[in-house]
C-alpha cells in the first residue's frame, strides 16, 4: 500500500486535524496506519512512550488509534529560541541551539534522520500519513522543505492537498498549488479536500464542477466548519476554541505569555461547561477571575522579565487568589532562577517571585518523563519536559498550587478538588469520555463529506 501526504495550500488550512481524521479513519477501516510530520515548528510538544518529545498532533493522532507513540513519528522538531535561534530536537532528544540561517544551510545533513525515521515506521506500518507543513510550493524554500516535497519525492507517496476556503482565492490557491509542484509529484495527487466551509454547501457545487471539468482536479470533498476543541498545533490555532458560557460558574484566565508552551495542557478547561476559560495580557484582566494560571514557558527568563513589565507581579504575588503554576510557571515562582551553564537564557541569576523558598537550576540535560504522578492527594496521567530543576515535583503554598507535571487538568479528581473549594457547585466531568467522543464524532464529521472509499482504492494501487 502507498502512504499519503498532507499537503496545506498554506499554513493554518487544517492539515494537521484532517491528517489525524485521515489516519483514524484508515485504521478503522483496517489499515495498519502511524502518523508522520518530519519537521515541525512547535514548542508544544509531548513526551512519547519510548522516552522522546514530539509535536502534538502526531503524538495525539497516535494516541487516538491506540498504536505506541514514538519519536519517529515526528524526528526533527523545532522550538522557539532566543535572538534568531532555533532550539532543535532530534529523534526526541535535544540537540542543540542554532542561528535559523545556520539550520536551513545544514538542512541536508537533517534528511538522513528523516529517511531513517520513515523507513523505520514503514516496517511496522503498511500506511504511513504524513503531515505536510505550511505550503509545499514555497519557491524560495522548496529545495529546504523536509515535510513535503522531500519525503513525496524520496517515498512516492500520494498526495491529498487541503484548501481553506475561509481565507478566500481557494480556486486560485488550490490551482497555483498543483501548477507549481515538480512534475513528478503532479501525477501522485489524488485530489483536493475543501475544508472549513460555512453555509449552505450547495453553494460550492459550481464550485466542484469547475476545479473538476476546467482543471481536472479530482474534489475528494467540502468539509463544512466544526470546531475540534483538542491538538492544539499553535498558538494561532489554540485562539480558535469554541466555548458555551451559559453554563459557566467559575471563570478561569491563563496568562498567555510570549513564549507560552503546551499549552493543550487547557483543553479540559476549554471543554468543561461550568468553566469559562480565557487567555489574558493585561493584568486588569485578573480582576475579573477565580483563577489565574500561569502556563509553561520555552523562555522562562524572558516571559518572567515580561510578567513584570506589564505588571503582573504584584497579582501573582498575592496570597488572596488561587494561582495555578505549571513547569515554566512553577519556576517563576521560586526565590530565584539559576542558568549558570546558558541553557535558555545569557542571563545566569534571576531574581522570581519568591511564592515558593528556594531555588531552580536549569540543567543541560532535559527531564522527559511521562508516567503516573500523585499530586496533591490525586492521581494524574501527566509528563514533563523541562530543564530546570527543583527539589519537588510539585509544591503548594496557600492557594498558590505548583508543578513541573503537564496534563495536569486532564485528571478530573484533580479539576474536582480544586475546582470545588472555588465554587462548592462545581460538578466536574469526564474530560477522557470527553476525548474519545469528540474524536469519534469528529472522524465521522470528515467521513460523511469526504470519498474515504476513493482515497482508499487511490492508496492501494
Known amino acids: 500500500m502507498n502512504s499519503l501526504s498532507i499537503f496545506g495550500t498554506s499554513s493554518d488550512a487544517g492539515k494537521s486535524t484532517l491528517a489525524f481524521a485521515l489516519t483514524y479513519l484508515l485504521h478503522k477501516r483496517g489499515v495498519k496506519v502511524a502518523p508522520f ?29 491506540g498504536i505506541p507513540t514514538s519519536h519517529y513519528m515526528n524526528p526533527i522538531l523545532i522550538k522557539s529560541g532566543s535572538n534568531n535561534h532555533a532550539h532543535l530536537i532530534i529523534n526526541g532528544e535535544a540537540v542543540t541551539d542554532m542561528d535559523v540561517h545556520e539550520y536551513y544551510k545544514n538542512i541536508n545533513s537533517l534528511k538522513p534522520h528523516v529517511k531513517k525515521a520513515f523507513k523505520k515506521l514503514s516496517k511496522e506500518y503498511e500506511c504511513i500519513v504524513a503531515e505536510g507543513a505550511g505550503s509545499p510550493v514555497e519557491l524560495n524554500l522548496m529545495d529546504k522543505d523536509l515535510s513535503n516535497i522531500f519525503v513525496a519525492e524520496e517515498f512516492k507517496t500520494k498526495i491529498v492537498l487541503v484548501a481553506d476556503i475561509e481565507r478566500g482565492g481557494v480556486f486560485a490557491s488550490i490551482i497555483g498549488v498543483i501548477a507549481l509542484l515538480p512534475k513528478a509529484l503532479k501525477k501522485n495527487v489524488i485530489g483536493v479536500i475543501i475544508n472549513k466551509f460555512r453555509g449552505d454547501i450547495t453553494l460550492f457545487d459550481d464550485g466542484i464542477m469547475i476545479l473538476e471539468e476546467r482543471f481536472s482536479i479530482k474534489v475528494l470533498g467540502v468539509v463544512p466548519y466544526k470546531p475540534f476543541n483538542l491538538a492544539f498545533e499553535d498558538a494561532q490555532s489554540l485562539m480558535g476554541y469554541t466555548q458555551d458560557h451559559s453554563k459557566t460558574i467559575i471563570k478561569a484566565a491563563v496568562i498567555k505569555l510570549p513564549h507560552i508552551s503546551n499549552f493543550t495542557d487547557f483543553e479540559p478547561l476549554v471543554a468543561d461547561e461550568q468553566v469559562e476559560l480565557s487567555f489574558i495580557t493585561n493584568p486588569s484582566e485578573a480582576n475579573h477571575v477565580d483563577v489565574l494560571i500561569l502556563p509553561g514557558s520555552k ?27 505549571i513547569c515554566g510557571g512553577y519556576e517563576m515562582m521560586f526565590e530565584r532562577i539559576l542558568d549558570p551553564l546558558h541553557v535558555e537564557s545569557e542571563i545566569e541569576e534571576i531574581e522570581g517571585f519568591a511564592r515558593f523558598d528556594g531555588d531552580v537550576v536549569f540543567k543541560e540535560k532535559k527531564v522527559l518523563k511521562k508516567e503516573n504522578y500523585e499530586i496533591f492527594d490525586c492521581n494524574v496521567a501527566g509528563y514533563e519536559i523541562h530543564n530546570a530543576i527543583a527539589k519537588k515535583r510539585h509544591k503548594k503554598h496557600k492557594n498558590l498550587y ?47 463529506n469526504i470519498d474515504i472509499d476513493f482515497i482508499h482504492k487511490s492508496l492501494a494501487l
Open 37 to 65: 510530520k518530519a519537521q515541525n515548528v512547535s514548542n508544544n510538544s509531548k513526551v512519547c512512550d519510548d522516552g522522546g518529545e514530539i509535536a502534538i498532533p502526531q503524538h495525539f493522532a497516535a494516541e487516538a488509534i
Open 299 to 325: 523562555r522562562v527568563v524572558e516571559d518572567l522579565q515580561w510578567l513584570r513589565a506589564m505588571g503582573f507581579e504584584e497579582i501573582l504575588k498575592s496570597k488572596r487568589r488561587t494561582i495555578i503554576a
Open 402 to 448: 505548583g508543578t513541573f507535571v503537564h496534563g495536569f487538568f486532564e485528571s478530573d479528581a484533580i479539576r474536582n478538588k480544586l475546582f470545588s473549594q472555588i465554587n462548592e457547585n462545581y460538578e466536574g466531568y469526564n474530560f477522557q469520555e470527553y476525548k474519545k467522543n469528540s474524536i469519534e464524532e469528529f472522524a465521522y464529521h470528515v467521513e460523511q
